[in-house]
């Protein structure tokens, strides 16, 4: 039997046979969230990163609340990037069994990709307007903290059309 390159076969990890590409490409979008949430965290540290001093303080102010925000945040965008990999591997389709009560049940399959399509319209929403970035002005940004940033933010615009390939696969 010859087996086809690009797929590949069930295993432990997926009930059916997952699209190498699939697999690489879901592997990839939590690096295209990474710089953009390291460079939140470098803020709340209190790290200019491309922001005038009084641009630095309108956007973390003066309180905790900012840097923890930050943090947070990038926080969240890492996971959300890593729910990608739920859907190439064994624990989007079965709830993993240390999980109380749940642990074992399979996964309905529209539990899983509706919110992967609402997750698409939504990333598209959130982060397509950045393709317009260096349109836009930012007076509290240095002309190189600018560039920097657009470069920085610029791979999340890839986020939505690559997780709606891996939810199509």
């Known amino acids: 039997m010859i087996k086809d390159a690009a797929v590949l076969p069930p295993s432990i990890d997926t009930e059916r046979p997952v699209p190498r590409w699939a697999v690489g490409v879901a592997h990839v979008v939590p690096l295209l969230a990474l710089p953009s949430s390291l460079w939140r965290i470098g803020l709340a540290l209190g790290l200019p990163l491309g922001y005038t001093e009084q641009g630095l303080r309108d956007l973390v102010g003066t309180t905790a609340w900012g ?52 997750g698409v319209g939504v990333l598209a929403l959130l982060w397509t307007p950045f393709l317009f970035w260096w349109t836009l002005p930012h007076p509290g940004m240095t002309v190189t903290g600018r560039l920097l940033v657009g470069f920085i ?17």
Not at 77 to 87: H, I, M, R, S
Request: charged content about 10%; glycine content about 6%; overall charge positive.
């Open 67 to 118: 840097p923890l925000y930050l943090i947070a945040l990038s926080a969240l965008t890492e996971a959300a990037a890593l729910l990608t990999l739920g859907l190439v591997r064994r624990w989007g389709e079965v709830v993993p069994r240390w999980i109380p009560l749940l642990g074992g049940r399979t996964i309905p399959r529209l539990a899983v990709t509706v919110p992967a399509w609402f």
């Open 153 to 169: 933010y610029l791979p999340l615009v890839a986020w939505a059309p690559l997780l709606a390939a891996v939810t199509l696969s």
